[in-house]
């Protein structure tokens, strides 16, 4: 007893079948009812079925870049005076100030704050 594996077609083989189908109904449909529509629409047809509108989908318009106004600063170093809005990546100033004497000495005065606060 052999058994043969059923012939079932692809996906993208039914996906072309119906598509095929659907123009050619959309065709017949055009062709019979294409005085009724206004010289407007029949213009808009003729462009959607000559143009490139068919062979590629609309694409959706970006929405437009906003810009951004800059943070206030929310901490600073005193002994440089450089500020930091608290966002994104911190900076080296303040990374290499974590380590010093200075960080330190601060840090036993203020042990919930990890940089100081601007005085803003």
Same mark, same amino acid.
């Given at each position: ?26 065709? #017949? ?19 959607? #079925? ?8 609309? @694409?959706?318009?970006?929405?437009? @870049? ?23 990546? #911190? ?15 601060? @840090? ?13």
């Amino acid at each position: 007893m052999s058994r043969t594996p059923s012939a079932s077609p692809s996906p993208h083989a039914l996906l072309r079948a119906a598509t095929k189908e659907a123009y050619e109904r959309v065709t #017949v449909l055009l062709n019979a009812s294409y005085a009724d529509f206004s010289p407007e629409q029949q213009q808009r047809i003729r462009a959607l #079925v000559a143009g490139d509108a068919a062979a590629s989908p609309a @694409k959706r318009a970006k929405p437009a @870049k906003t810009t951004r106004e800059p943070l206030p600063p929310r901490y600073w170093l005193p002994h440089t005076q450089e500020t930091w809005s608290g966002r994104g990546r #911190v900076p080296q100033t303040f990374l290499a100030w974590e380590g010093t004497v200075a960080h330190t000495e601060w @840090k036993k005065h203020h042990p919930d704050e990890r940089f100081p606060a601007y005085p803003g």
